[in-house]
């Protein structure tokens, strides 16, 4: 940086990490509030972290969930991989008040040609009374698996 004024200069630097990337790195899980659909020639848009299959995500910023205004509830796990490897293993654990209610397949699908991966499910509101939960994504990624987790509460 070059002060004109005091013609003084000086210098900063910073100390970047460059992750190791044989193991996944694995954003924050989030409930997805709403969703934008992209236009197909919006190269911005569809480069956003948050974009996936032409959608660009919202998230939930803690809003309870109304099960009379939505019908499903979608959430979205960030994942960054070597390029060219396959996508790991991962579950979706549902739990309340400390219990562990159910453990399902969590399909990540496939990183794009940068490794990127944005992961979408859906579970069904119906399924759920209201109340608190919290959802955990656990991805096999090496010695020891990867946990994500996310609250929320379930309104009718």
Same mark, same amino acid.
């Given at each position: ?23 996944? +790195? ?16 919006? =190269?911005?848009? =569809? ?5 996936? #299959?032409? *959608?660009?995500?919202?998230? #939930?910023?803690?809003?309870? &969930?109304?099960?009379? %205004?939505?019908?499903? &509830?979608?959430? $979205? ?9 396959? %996508?790991?293993? $991962?579950? +979706? =654990? +549902?739990?309340? /008040?400390? /219990?562990? *209610? $159910?453990? &399902? ?7 794009? %040609? /940068? ?30 698996? &990867? ?10």
């Amino acid at each position: 940086m070059h002060d004109g004024k005091a013609d003084r200069a000086s210098v900063a630097t910073a100390t970047v990490t460059v992750p190791d990337l044989t193991r996944p +790195l694995v954003g924050d899980l989030f409930l997805v509030a709403g969703t934008e659909r992209l236009a197909a020639d919006d =190269q911005a848009g =569809q480069s956003h972290p948050l974009a996936a #299959n032409g *959608l660009l995500l919202y998230p #939930n910023l803690g809003d309870p &969930i109304s099960k009379r %205004a939505a019908s499903e &509830i979608a959430f $979205a796990l960030p994942l960054v991989l070597e390029a060219g490897s396959a %996508a790991p293993e $991962a579950t +979706l =654990q +549902l739990a309340a /008040q400390g /219990q562990t *209610l $159910a453990e &399902i397949p969590f399909p990540l699908g496939a990183p794009d %040609a /940068q490794g990127r991966l944005l992961a979408v499910g859906r579970l069904p509101s119906a399924a759920f009374p209201p109340g608190e939960y919290e959802l955990r994504a656990v991805v096999k990624g090496g010695a020891e698996p &990867i946990v994500r987790t996310t609250t929320m509460k379930v309104v009718d």
